[in-house]
Each structure stands twice: as C-alpha cells, then as structure tokens.
C-alpha cells in the first residue's frame, strides 16, 4: 500500500502559478500511474492530469490543457503538477491519486486506488 500527501497549495492572484508537490511513501511510486484530480465546493471530483508510470505518457484535461503540466521524479518518490496562468475557476482542493496498472489512462476517480488528502487551492480574482 502506497501513502500519498500533497502539498504546495495555497492562496495566488489570478494570473499566478503554483506548483503541486505528491509524495508518496510505503512503495515505489514508479509501479503506480498517477493523477491529480479536484474537487470545488458543491461539484464533483474532476480530473486534472495523468503520468504513466514511467513518465512518458501523460493526459490532462481540457481545462488543464495548456496551462498545468505533470511530472514525475520516481527517484524521489514524488509527483508534481505544475499549475500556471491560474484563475478563480481553478479554485479547489487538490488530489493526487495512483493506480496500480500501469497501462491505464483512466480519467475515472474510481479507478484510482489510493488518495492523499488533498491540498487546497484558492485563486483571487
């Protein structure tokens, strides 16, 4: 089993860039497909980004497209979501999630089956 905590959420002004960290502890996370997911008050949990395995695949949202890049460092257990050109509609509490097959490239919440507890985001306008 895999413990995941993200970290690096915050407070920004529109316009701003955060960038998410996922550390992962228990297991190496190269077994694991990883995603970011969020979830605003009163809506349901939405897919952000996905990473293969081994970091060469990679799928994101349209509202992602563009602005947030994922990435990995299997060597340092940790996985990142780069997050540019931020506005108040990217306000939420962030998720990393893994999937223990590596040949998925589930947008799915439910295909994920194991979460950290999420880090809030929070954009002014």
């Known amino acids: 089993q895999v413990q995941l905590v993200e970290s690096g959420g915050g407070l920004v002004q529109a316009g701003g860039s955060l960038r998410l960290s996922c550390a992962a502890s228990?297991?190496?996370?190269?077994?694991?497909?990883m995603g970011w997911f969020r979830q605003a008050p009163g809506k349901e949990r939405e897919f952000v980004a996905m990473i293969s395995c081994a970091g060469g695949r990679t799928r994101s949202a349209d509202s992602a497209q563009g602005r947030f890049i994922i990435s990995r460092d299997n060597a340092k257990n940790t996985v990142y979501l780069q997050m540019n050109s931020l506005g108040p509609e990217d306000t939420a509490l962030y998720y990393c999630a893994a999937d223990r097959d590596c040949s998925t490239r589930s947008t799915i919440p439910r295909s994920y089956d194991y979460w950290g507890q999420g880090t809030q985001v929070t954009v002014s306008s």
């Open positions: 228990g297991r190496s996370l190269s077994s694991y497909t």
